[in-house]
């Protein structure tokens, strides 16, 4: 199972990397750099090993500061899986095939 955390800021939701409390971004920020060469669609999400140690401190902080977020999580088997670490991975949900007309 991966997890994502979504922060909500009125009607927008956003990844971490938006505008986030600097609570939030302390909570995550030492996680290593994936490669710079992933496709622009690719989301990240944490392993178990990334959740413990970083995505719990992220919602901690989350709800120490008052920012709305929401956790989203996915099935390994559910998703094309284009980077993967320790921490994290980058994934897309599959794409279903086309039913003939």
């Known amino acids: 199972m991966y997890r994502r955390i979504e922060l909500v800021t009125g009607p927008f939701k956003h990844g971490l990397m938006g505008i986030a409390p600097l609570d939030v971004i302390e909570a995550w920020i ?14 990240f999400y944490w392993t178990e090993y990334g959740w413990k140690l970083y ?4 919602v901690g902080a989350c709800k120490k500061a008052g920012q709305k977020f929401r956790i989203l999580t996915v099935k390994e088997c559910s998703v094309d899986l284009f980077y993967k670490d320790k921490w994290q991975v980058a994934i897309r949900p599959r794409k279903q095939p086309k039913e003939a007309a």
């Open 55 to 58: 995505g719990s401190k992220t």
């Open 30 to 43: 030492d996680l290593p750099q994936a490669p710079k060469h992933l496709n622009k669609n690719c989301r």
